[in-house]
């Protein structure tokens, strides 16, 4: 994975644990982390949510690689915070291309300089944060990402594969599942009644839309 990486051009910090990642983070933040379910020390779902329980890194964008490939795993991967899922065996070409993706997420706003108001939500689209009755809502750079396609489009059912496509692009290799897993996540976040979403509404057979 390190040698596909810098072939790739990239800057690789490697970590054979957690004890190691974390004095990698200590050092340097990542643009991304490639992060192994199995791990000597710790399990690798176990300290995302560690990770992402902390302020400083709750956008920090996660890949989970790993040979647990049941519906139920990716399931708990996505929902503990990871933005990307890739179930071993993976091919270098379809590694780099998921990390390409994501960086193109996270660094698609850097000259953005607005913020779109929508009461009770503000989206500062230059910080990619998001207030909601001016309380801060922790996101992950996915979770972000939907908010500000909902909110550049509000009142527009959108399907699944549509939502797939903008966020995390046309060349994304893994499945529309992600999609409803990330939403539901969302819903926990933002709505007063998860269960009863107001903001994020389903359209049954179809997708979701925003409504404002």
Known sequence: ISYTCRTSGMEVRKAANVAE?????EAAK???ILLDWMLPDCAGLDWLRELRSYHSNESLPVI???ARGQEDDRVRGLE???DDYVTKPFSP???TA???ALYRRIGGDQMD???IKQPPF???TRKRTLEKSGQRIKLTQVEYAIMKMFMEIPGKALSREEILRCVWGKDYLGEVKIVDVNIRRLRVKIEDEPTSPAFITTIWGYGYKWEF
């Open 21 to 25: 990642a974390k004095k990698n983070l």
């Open 30 to 32: 990542p643009d991304i």
């Open 64 to 66: 989970m690689l790993t």
């Open 80 to 82: 503990a915070g990871a």
């Open 93 to 95: 070409a379809e590694l």
């Open 98 to 100: 998921r990390i390409d």
């Open 113 to 115: 300089d607005g913020e």
């Open 122 to 124: 503000v989206l500062n």
